[in-house]
């Protein structure tokens, strides 16, 4: 069943403006992951974020996990026309081991 | 290059074929899985085996049939197939919890 589901369903931005999109998640987990997938590719692991920990940077990616909540957000900076991909996030439930769970995604262009 | 290779790329069958996907990964890893990925819709988790057992069925139809013969290689059996199942057919591998490694994707069109 679906675990994640993220928010919006598109996004599109100009080059150097910042994107930012969520995601919901329905159980407890043990992390929260991000991934991209260019068009009609497989998907590429960005940042894990653990289920004691609230923010995480990486680069020009910072994700942020609220676990009272069941949401995260991924933000990216300075996107530029090569961040033009979807976004998904998965979730590894506590009571499912290796049970990698995703969502619809958000598409996000970048328009140079 | 995630390490985890897919053949093959793409595949066009007839409903009365029988036709496979591979799936290939040296990466050491013990679980291996089979999503589908249909247009708009959520990654839809097929199978997973852990250990080459399989270790979750999530009620996928009969027509596709997983076959794990080691840890390395995952197959994907289709026989008679709708124009529905037609989608990019995603194989993963993993190390544990910690990050999935997907190869490239079969994309799959049922005629």
């Known amino acids: 069943s679906q675990q994640g589901e993220e928010d919006p369903q598109a996004l599109s931005i100009q080059e150097g403006e910042n994107a930012t999109m969520n995601c919901s998640y329905k159980?407890?987990?043990?992390?929260l992951q991000w991934y991209r997938q260019n068009s009609g590719r497989g998907l590429v692991h960005l940042i894990l974020?653990?289920?004691?920990?609230r923010e995480k940077h990486s680069g020009r990616l910072r994700v942020t996990l609220d676990t009272s909540k069941k949401s995260s957000s991924l933000l990216i900076t300075a996107s530029r026309a090569a961040d033009t991909a979807s976004y998904f996030c998965?979730?590894?439930?506590?009571?499912?081991?290796?049970?990698?769970?995703f969502g619809a995604g958000t598409q996000v262009v970048v328009t140079p | 290059e995630t390490g985890v290779t897919q053949t093959p790329r793409h595949l066009v069958m007839g409903m009365t074929n029988k036709k496979s996907l591979k799936c290939e990964q040296h990466?050491?890893?013990?679980?291996m899985y089979w999503y589908k990925q249909s247009a708009k819709k959520p990654l839809e988790l097929m199978f997973v085996?852990?250990?080459?057992?399989?270790?979750e069925n999530n009620s996928v139809p009969s027509r596709f049939s997983p076959e794990c013969p080691n840890s390395s290689h995952l197959f994907l059996h289709l026989h008679t197939l709708q124009p529905e199942d037609s989608a990019l057919y995603l194989c993963?591998?993993?190390?544990?919890?910690?990050?999935?490694?997907f190869g490239q994707g079969t994309r799959l069109t049922v005629v």
């Open positions: 993963a591998s993993s190390p544990g919890t910690v990050e999935a490694f």
């Open positions: 159980t407890s987990i043990n992390n």
């Open positions: 974020i653990r289920s004691n920990e």
């Open positions: 998965a979730t590894v439930p506590t009571d499912s081991w290796g049970k990698f769970q």
């Open positions: 990466l050491g890893h013990n679980a």
């Open positions: 085996y852990n250990f080459k057992e399989q270790t």
